[in-house]
C-alpha cells in the first residue's frame, strides 16, 4: 500500500459520501469501522451508515486541502486536512475537518478500519 493507494481511497470515500452511495461506503469500512465525531462521540459504521441514508447527515462537498501519510505503529494511517460542506443533525456549515484514518488489508484491497475527526 502506497500513500497514493491511500489518498485514492480515502477520495473514494469523500465521494461515496457526498454521492451518499451506501454501498460504495459498505465496501470502503471495515466491519467495525467506527467515526469519531469532532464532539468526541465514536460512532459505529451501521449508525454512520444509517444517518446518510436517513439524512440526517448529508455531506455536500468534500475538499482535501493536503494529506500526509504516517506509517507508524502497525498500520498506516492517512491525515487529510478538508473543507467538509455538510449538514449534520439540522446544521449546515463548511467545517475545516482534519480527518485521521487507519486502514488494515482486506484480501488484496484495504479498508478503513476508523476514521477520528477534529478541527483544524
Known amino acids: 500500500m502506497t500513500g497514493t493507494d491511500l489518498e485514492e481511497l480515502h477520495g473514494a470515500l469523500c465521494e461515496a459520501m457526498v454521492g451518499r452511495d451506501l454501498a460504495a461506503l459498505g465496501a470502503l469500512l471495515a466491519d467495525g469501522f467506527t467515526l469519531?465525531?469532532?464532539?468526541?462521540?465514536?460512532?459505529?459504521?451501521?449508525?454512520?451508515?444509517?444517518?446518510?441514508?436517513?439524512?440526517?447527515?448529508?455531506?455536500?462537498?468534500?475538499?482535501?486541502?493536503?494529506?500526509?501519510l504516517s506509517t507508524e505503529g502497525t498500520a498506516p494511517a492517512l491525515t487529510a486536512r478538508t473543507l467538509t460542506d455538510a449538514t449534520i443533525w439540522g446544521s449546515r456549515a463548511t467545517w475545516r475537518l482534519t480527518l485521521r484514518s487507519w486502514f488494515e488489508p482486506r484480501g488484496v484491497d484495504w479498508v478503513i478500519t476508523r476514521t477520528v475527526a477534529s478541527t483544524w
Do not use: C, F, N, S
Open 36 to 68: 469519531t465525531h469532532m464532539t468526541g462521540y465514536v460512532q459505529p459504521k451501521a449508525e454512520w451508515l444509517d444517518a446518510i441514508e436517513t439524512g440526517q447527515m448529508q455531506y455536500h462537498r468534500m475538499e482535501t486541502v493536503e494529506a500526509t
